[in-house]
């Protein structure tokens, strides 16, 4: 089992700047990739960015230059920082570990954490 504990979040403006982390601890191996993903009311959720085990890294258009995914293994931590923020940016942020045990791939979710971007 992989846990995922997000902070960082919380209300910003438009134009601001926040930064979530995203700290994993359990069996914490052969983790392929960890990322955000979010969920605005009456919407589905959608991938923000994600990271793996080479550093490659990849965004939605939506938050494409202005968000930077970033990880730490040595903290088993990954990090969002979103600049330029846009009241569309409000949801709640999720991040996610997807770990490849044998043949089984599964993905951990964490708690969430919301953000608010006022105009």
């Known amino acids: 089992q992989v846990q995922l504990v997000e902070s960082g979040g919380g209300l910003g403006q438009a134009g601001g700047s926040l930064r979530l982390s995203c700290a994993a601890s359990g069996s914490i191996f052969n983790i392929l990739s960890m990322g955000w993903h979010r969920q605005a009311p009456g919407k589905q959720r959608e991938m923000v960015a994600t990271?793996?085990?080479?550093?490659?890294?990849d965004y939605s258009d939506s938050v494409k230059g202005r968000f930077t995914i970033s990880r730490d293994n040595a903290k088993s931590t990954v990090y969002l920082q979103m600049n330029n923020l846009r009241p569309e940016d409000t949801a709640v942020y999720y991040c996610?570990?997807?770990?490849?045990?044998?043949?089984?791939?599964?993905?951990?979710w964490g708690q969430g954490t919301q953000v608010t971007v006022s105009s």
């Open positions: 996610v570990a997807k770990q490849l045990l044998g043949t089984k791939l599964t993905n951990y």
């Open positions: 990271i793996n085990l080479s550093f490659s890294r």
